[in-house]
């Protein structure tokens, strides 16, 4: 990843007036950096400011105040050159329902004054070479997705920027969705992605940035935010789980029930976990160690903002 992070924004700031007219905070001093190269999360609640500083970054929202530098490019003055390289699915996209796939890239492939070929190429690069000559009402909204991300490679940009690519779509379209996502950035490009799917994105992610009412509460690797939060948790499954819970806390352990478990946090280790329940004279069907993930970091985040 080079130097120049292909995002960066200082003290991002946007507000709104409400149908009251009061004053709505959307995005609040946001300094974000993006990496270049790799795909980047960019996760947050609703109503967290994500799509809003989105909008900043492609020039559709002016924002009240700090500074956005895109692909190396201050922006505002900057914004033509640096959406050259860029391409993003920001809303629902349109196309023309009784076209095929491969003849609605045609139309736009025109427009942009792309080769005829390229068409072909972004098609096979999203995996609809099969498809494109169907008519685009009969796609799947996984296709209709894959189709729209077709159309922002036409310009093979340095930078993809997805918002919510994965709303409303299958197990099977989301797992084509994060797979695409992951091609991009092996092929050397910057993927900026915002999402709920927690899971999905911890398989795909490299670096990730977290907002809460539209500031920014942790930002990093995804495996050091990860390991920052690594402090060992242990799930336990007994018969006697009053018997146990008591005697897991008066070591000072922290306990919760979970499902027919319970889940220890602040051990040293399950063995240990496991030695003050035996010495007690209680014996756990199973033990095992809770991997954290993004989505627990997430939560944690999220409930400490709030907090």
Request: glycine share 10%.
């Amino acid at each position: 990843m080079g130097d120049e992070p292909a995002i960066w924004t200082r003290g991002l700031r946007k507000t709104y007036r409400s149908f009251t007219m009061r004053e709505v905070v959307a995005v609040q001093g946001l300094d974000l950096r993006v990496p270049a190269g790799g795909v980047h999360a960019f996760l947050g609640p609703n109503g967290a400011g994500k799509t809003t500083t989105i909008r900043m970054l492609l020039g559709m929202v002016r924002p009240d105040a700090g500074e956005i530098r895109l692909l190396g490019h201050a922006l505002p003055q900057g914004l033509e050159p640096a959406l050259r390289h860029v391409g993003a699915v920001v809303e629902q996209p349109t196309f023309y329902p009784h076209f095929s796939g491969r003849e609605n890239l045609m139309l736009l492939a025109v427009a942009a004054g792309v080769p005829a070929s390229k068409v072909d190429a972004v098609l096979d690069q999203v995996g609809l070479a099969g498809r494109g000559r169907d008519r685009f009402r009969k796609y799947s909204l996984g296709m209709r997705q894959r189709l729209a991300i077709a159309a922002t490679l036409l310009r093979d940009p340095q930078l993809v920027i997805l918002d919510e690519p994965t709303n409303g779509l299958d197990p099977a379209g989301i797992h084509d969705v994060r797979e695409l996502m992951r091609s991009l950035a092996d092929q050397g490009r910057t993927v900026l992605v915002s999402s709920h799917a927690l899971a999905e994105v911890e398989q795909v992610a490299d670096t990730v940035s977290i907002v809460v009412r539209g500031a920014l509460v942790a930002e990093g690797r995804v495996a050091d935010l990860l390991g920052e939060r690594s402090g060992t948790t242990v799930r336990v499954r007994v018969d006697e789980t009053d018997d146990a819970a008591a005697v897991l806390r008066r070591t000072g352990w922290t306990v919760r029930d979970d499902a027919n478990h319970l889940v220890v946090d602040g051990a040293p280790s399950a063995a240990e976990v496991n030695r003050s329940l035996v010495a007690s004279g209680i014996y756990a069907h199973e033990l095992s160690l809770v991997r954290p993930d993004l989505e627990a970091v997430f939560l944690d985040l999220t409930r400490e903002v709030a907090s």
